[in-house]
């Protein structure tokens, strides 16, 4: 099976900054696509940031200019680094991977257990 570890949740002050990382284990042959999504209090989940195996990264318009993905093909991780952090950046920030794990299957979606960041004077 797959395992998405996260880590490097936690609380911050307005315009602050947090990094957290995300990395993929298990039965994996290829992961297609690695992002992040958030859900906040009473909120739906959404995507945060996205990035595919080529590198092109994909943000929300909420995030761009302050957030960077990144990703390490050679360990099946990904970053995002946030900067300039909102109160309104509150959430529950869950890891996303599309992961081929066999020649015979399609490409799943796998989730981390989810990482709290609390952006709060």
């Known amino acids: 099976q797959v395992q998405l570890v996260e880590s490097g949740g936690g609380l911050v002050q307005p315009g602050g900054s947090l990094r957290l990382s995300c990395a993929a284990s298990g039965s994996i042959l290829s992961i297609i696509v690695m992002g992040w999504y958030r859900q906040a209090p009473g909120k739906q989940r959404e995507l945060v940031a996205a990035?595919?195996?080529?590198?092109?990264?994909n943000y929300a318009d909420s995030v761009k200019g302050r957030f960077t993905i990144s990703r390490d093909n050679a360990k099946n991780t990904v970053y995002l680094q946030m900067n300039s952090l909102e109160v309104e950046d509150t959430a529950v920030y869950y890891c996303?991977?599309?992961?081929?794990?066999?020649?015979?299957?399609?490409?799943?979606?796998?989730w981390g257990q989810g990482t709290m960041v609390t952006v709060s004077s």
């Open positions: 990035v595919t195996s080529g590198g092109s990264p």
């Open positions: 996303n991977a599309r992961i081929k794990t066999s020649v015979i299957w399609a490409p799943r979606d796998f």
